[in-house]
């Protein structure tokens, strides 16, 4: 299947504030009452690449938070 949106964020600094907005605006664009299906695919699509990125981004953060409690805890 052909990637209709290439995660490009990673050419960049990742941004979870920017991520988190356009996933809502994904959302936001969902609930038009009406909708173009080939459009629909591309951002339902773009909203699971963002999503995963987010995911990875929190679990990440929460590695990190451990790793500083642990490291405080010890002293």
Same mark, same amino acid.
């Given at each position: 299947?052909?990637?209709?949106? /290439?995660?490009?964020? !990673? ?10 907005? =356009? @996933?809502? $605006? ?8 009406? @909708?173009? +299906?080939? $459009?629909? @695919?591309? #951002?339902?699509?773009?909203? +699971?690449?963002?999503?995963? #990125?987010?995911? =990875?981004?929190? #679990? =990440? !953060?929460e590695n990190?938070? #451990?790793?500083?409690? !642990? /490291?405080?805890? $010890?002293?």
């Amino acid at each position: 299947m052909r990637r209709y949106y /290439q995660y490009n964020m !990673t050419e960049k600094k990742f941004n979870f504030g920017e991520a988190y907005k =356009e @996933i809502e $605006e994904i959302g936001e664009w969902f609930q038009k009452e009406s @909708i173009d +299906l080939d $459009e629909a @695919i591309k #951002k339902y699509e773009r909203g +699971l690449v963002l999503i995963a #990125k987010c995911k =990875e981004r929190l #679990k =990440e !953060t929460e590695n990190k938070l #451990k790793e500083i409690q !642990t /490291q405080y805890a $010890e002293e």
